[in-house]
């Protein structure tokens, strides 16, 4: 049998006429192996031995990550944590904390907390020792809108209820609902709300 001899062509970098290409670590991390067994088998045979060789190491990495849920859970935790961050941080204009949204809309602090704790408002804790942060949108002079509490029961407090009113929306434009809600134009906004919210709960 002949010889494959894996050239840089097939290697770390394609040379054809096109722009250069380096090649991905996955190859570069198994293309040894390949290497010692190109002389026992045919040329047919070498990729998609390289694909296999890939497609077993990325089941073995995924089987570890599952084996060790409390890691994983941890990572996504964090990586959860980034995203509202950056969410809150976008809409920094439209939440605050409790002494302004009760001098603002005139609500006592102990109802503010009262309706907090009955799942009535969105309120999410950066950390364990800060104070919740509350987004604007849902208050009105003396109270908090009743869409708030939908969000709530159908999503949980904090994050999740933080990501539903914050991320951009393709029916919107790019908008989120917060923003839509800010300025409202032609959208039905509470319809679109609560069609999300149902299919989102149903999905789940």
């Known amino acids: 049998m002949s010889q494959i001899a894996l050239t840089p062509n097939h290697g770390d970098l394609y040379q054809g006429a096109g722009p250069k290409v380096a090649a991905t670590p996955e190859y570069a991390k198994f293309r040894s192996a390949v290497e010692s067994v190109a ?35 941890g990572q996504l935790t964090l990586r959860g944590d980034a995203i509202t961050a ?16 009760c001098e603002t809309f005139g609500i006592p602090r102990s109802t503010l907390h009262r309706e907090k704790d009955a799942g009535k408002v969105i309120a999410y804790r950066p950390r364990k020792d800060a104070e919740f942060v509350f987004p604007l949108e849902q208050f009105a002079e003396g109270g908090v809108l009743p869409w708030a509490e939908d969000i709530v029961a159908a999503l949980g407090n904090g994050a999740p209820a933080v990501h539903f009113l914050y991320v951009p929306r ?35």
Not at 91 to 101: C, E, I, Q, S
């Open 39 to 73: 002389a026992f088998v045919s040329p047919g045979s070498v990729l998609p031995m390289l694909d296999e060789l890939i497609h077993e190491q990325i089941q073995k990495d995924l089987a570890q990550l599952t084996a060790r849920p409390d890691w994983l859970r």
């Open 86 to 101: 950056e969410l809150l941080v976008s809409n920094r204009d439209h939440v605050a904390g409790t002494a302004y949204v």
């Open 170 to 204: 393709e029916q919107l434009g790019g908008q989120s609902f917060g923003a839509a809600l800010r300025d409202p134009k032609e959208h039905d906004i509470m319809t679109i709300m609560q069609t999300t919210l149902t299919r989102v709960t149903r999905d789940e």
